[in-house]
């Protein structure tokens, strides 16, 4: 695998120079690694992972996991009505599940009554869609691999050991 | 009559050294509260892996409280001798061949025990471990240090064995890949130690506590090596490779009467080791293998900027094959390892441990840990650049 994308996943925040320290390479190099990684269409873009809970003028930002069931059709399957969902502003992840339910759509928006509206109004308006089940998320322990609240202890190490 | 409470000291305890690290551990704690990033430490800088820890806890809950058996956990030996085998290609019955310890410490210490007369020689490879040559005074054993040569990569050579040898000697202590240098032996190395250990009837105690954090090639264990398995104890455990060192587990294996007279010791000085840290042994046995192979992969690749970085400051610097250690020397630079441990601390704020701490055939030469994370390694090695390159005051 791409030494850089291997650190890439490793899910730290290095800079492009600390990338290139620890693979060993220039950072023009590394920077070619991500222009390529980028064109093949592996790297899509750079998020920050955030706990918007502690930030009071995002906190109100509702998120919605939704259940939809939906019709496949002769010759696209899912993947029709799947991209045109995906395509919502509203909409943050979109998956294809096996199961009791077709997709899986993650959404978010400014208050209740807005996600709320966009599955009444938009979500489950859409020729194909069955039926949709939504779940309001209450709080978040866990984002993408980074604890919220409940982190690991700071290091108690002693400085020098044996 | 004198009230100092030191007359009551045993006098081969009074005689023990210091710990040279101790010294730089006090020097270092004076530090706290400023920006210190410290290369000296001896242990992973991974937490133990949450499966291991929750394990830990489901047994809590469960009420495993209790005492086990004095050699260990039926379970957790079955699993040791499979996990052995697997990894090391040398087969141990569970049942009488298999002790589990409280640290690879004091699996050490109850080999000494068991196998040394006062007045035995035992020879180890230097630089070492910092309790081996204690352990060895502790038992009223003589100890016979044998050097290891940057020229070798920190290797131990037969020849440096053969060179050292004397009458008497009856133990050979093996500590590959090696704290503090990171040297180990390939199989052609250890074939010609292993020859010599037969000639002249050692028995070996082999300590591969860093074999899992071997980065090329493959680890071999001295004790696969024919006619080797009936001459050495296997001693191994948990710290380094599953990031569990507070647990304080080990294990050693080998030939039953050994093991058995380990025990003897074992049951009358510790009875057994945690059952907590036991349970947690057997969950990093059964499920913890990608959490190695993932650390591993960690410290190979900080090896690689650490060694590079090194050299590219002029700190001649080998490649440890194996550990979390790299072990520069720091001639070029003009200074004693421990000027340049003391100095470096005190000017750049980066904590190293002098060489000599490892015994006297580590002088000139300094320690770096590279279990810590990219960034500060970048940082504290920039920093030893800026170190090297100031003038000397």
Known sequence: ?????????????????????????????????????????ILLGWRPVLDLSREAAAAATVRAVIEVKISPERGGGFNRLAERLARFDEVES??????????????????LQKVAGFVSEKLSTIEGVLSTSTHFMLR?????????????????????AP | MSNDPKRWVAGHVAALPKSGIRDFFELVAKMKGQDVISLGVGEPDFVTPWNIREAAIFALERGKTYYTSNLGMIELRRAISTYVTEHFGVDYRPEDQVIVTVGVSEALDLALRA???????????????????????????????????????????????????????????????CNPTGGTCDRIQLEAIAAFCREKDLLVLSDEIYS??????????????????????????????????????????????????????????????????????????????????????????????????????????????????????????????????????????????????????????????????????????????????????
């Not at chain 1, 979109?94 to 208050?111: E, N, T």
């Not at chain 2, 016979?144 to 940057?150: D, M």
């Open chain 2, 115 to 177: 196998f040394c007369n006062p007045g035995d020689k035992v020879m180890f490879h230097q630089p070492c471990y910092v309790s081996y040559h204690p352990s060895i005074s502790l038992v009223h054993a003589q100890g016979v240090a044998v050097p290891t040569f940057a020229k070798d990569n920190f290797a131990l050579t037969a020849e440096a064995l053969r060179a050292a040898w004397q009458p008497g000697c009856k133990v050979l202590m093996l500590n590959l890949p």
């Open chain 1, 94 to 111: 979109c998956y294809l599940m096996s199961g009791g339910y077709d997709l899986l759509v993650f959404v978010k928006g400014a208050s």
């Open chain 2, 212 to 393: 899992e954090l071997t980065f090329e090639g493959t680890h071999t264990s001295i004790a696969s090596l024919p006619g080797m398995a009936e001459r050495t104890v296997f001693l191994h455990g948990f710290s380094k490779a599953f990031a569990m060192t507070g647990w304080r587990l080990g294990y050693a294996c080998g030939p039953a009467a050994l093991i058995d007279a380990m025990m003897k010791v074992h049951q009358y000085t510790m009875l057994c080791a945690s059952i907590i840290a036991q349970e947690a042994a057997l969950e990093a046995l059964t499920r913890g293998w990608d959490s190695v192979l993932m650390m591993r992969e960690q410290y190979h690749r900080r090896r690689d900027l650490v060694v590079r970085r090194f050299n590219e400051i002029g700190l001649k610097c080998h490649s440890p094959r194996g550990s979390f250690y790299a072990f520069p020397s720091v001639a070029a630079t003009g200074r004693n390892e421990k000027d340049f441990a003391s100095g470096l601390l005190l000017e750049q704020k980066v904590a190293v441990v002098p060489g000599s701490a490892f015994g006297e055939n580590g002088v000139g030469h300094v320690r770096a840990c590279f279990a810590t994370s990219y960034e500060q390694l970048i940082v504290a090695c920039d920093r030893i650049e800026r170190f090297v390159q100031a003038p000397q005051k």
């Open chain 1, 140 to 160: 978040c322990y866990k984002d993408q691999g980074f604890l919220l609240d409940v982190g690991e202890a700071t290091t108690t190490r002693l400085n020098v």
């Open chain 1, 1 to 41: 695998m791409n030494p850089v994308l291997k650190l890439l996943l490793e899910g730290g925040s290095l800079t492009t120079a600390q990338i290139a320290q620890v693979a060993g390479f220039s950072v023009s190099e590394v920077e070619q690694h991500l222009e390529q990684l980028k064109k093949d269409k």
